[in-house]
T-cell receptor, first 120, second 111 residues
Framework: NAGVTQTPKFRILKIGQSMTLQCAQDMNHNYMYWYRQDPGMGLKLIYYSVGAGITDKGEVPNGYNVSRSTTEDFPLRLELAAPSQTSVYFC???????????????????FGPGTRLTVL | GDSVTQMEGPVTLSEEAFLTINCTYTATGYPSLFWYVQYPGEGLQLLLKATKADDKGSNKGFEATYRKETTSFHLEKGSVQVSDSAVYFCALSEDDDKVIFGPGTSLSVIP
């Protein structure tokens, strides 16, 4: 399994440009997440999805959009890049669920390697 | 709302020293607790977890015990190595939809 993959690894944008950060997972996880990590800071949740066709806002959704048309893919769209969006972006996935007699996996998240984005 | 507080870094230790990174949390119910590690240039990896009070999570020589009475989940290792240099994040998940991360503690281990 490749796990969680992200592309590109690095990108420089000019103010006002748009781009899509790609994220894919091959573990058949139902939950997927986008975080941003600013220097010396923790992670802030941008958007998440509990399954194909369902997305929800996290803590810092402004300036971003997501879609989840398949279980595997969860792209993050920046429409009008701003310097405040300079950050490292991490995609993560997890499996939550179970049936009678089984246990949830308590949201053990698997992370991609990250995309370092600079907006100038 | 839920939150996680960690000791501020950076922490610098000599090889074979004892490590403690403090973590306390605020939650309305009974969350699952996690420690994640981030090596330079990489994403976060789950290091260990505990899902109920008095559980001890352990992995790679690291341990943490879920203390409900003190709302704590301190990370410990008896003898650190240079390869343990990384940023460590304490985290909790209460409703299972989302994970709340602490700000991270940077650890540097010098030979």
């Amino acid at each position: 399994n490749a796990g969680v993959t992200q592309t590109p690894k690095f990108r420089i944008l000019k103010i006002g440009q748009s781009m899509t950060l790609q994220c894919a997972q091959d573990m058949n996880h139902n939950y997927m997440y986008w975080y941003r990590q600013d220097p010396g800071m923790g992670l802030k949740l941008i958007y998440y999805s509990v399954g194909a066709g369902i997305t929800d806002k996290g803590e810092v959704p402004n300036g971003y959009n997501v879609s989840r048309s398949t279980t595997e893919d969860f792209p993050l769209r920046l429409e009008l890049a701003a310097p405040s969006q300079t950050s490292v972006y991490f995609c993560a996935s997890s499996y939550l669920g179970g049936s009678v007699g089984t246990s949830f996996l308590h949201n053990e998240q698997f992370f991609g390697p990250g995309t370092r984005l600079t907006v100038l | 709302g839920d939150s996680v507080t960690q000791m501020e870094g950076p922490v610098t230790l000599s090889e074979e020293a004892f490590l403690t990174i403090n973590c306390t949390y605020t939650a309305t119910g009974y969350p699952s607790l996690f420690w994640y590690v981030q090596y330079p240039g990489e994403g976060l990896q789950l290091l260990l977890k505990a899902t109920k009070a008095d559980d001890k999570g352990s992995n790679k020589g690291f341990e943490a015990t879920y203390r409900k009475e003190t709302t704590s989940f301190h990370l410990e290792k008896g003898s650190v190595q240079v390869s343990d240099s990384a940023v460590y994040f304490c985290a909790l998940s209460e409703d299972d939809d989302k994970v709340i991360f602490g700000p991270g503690t940077s650890l540097s281990v010098i030979p």
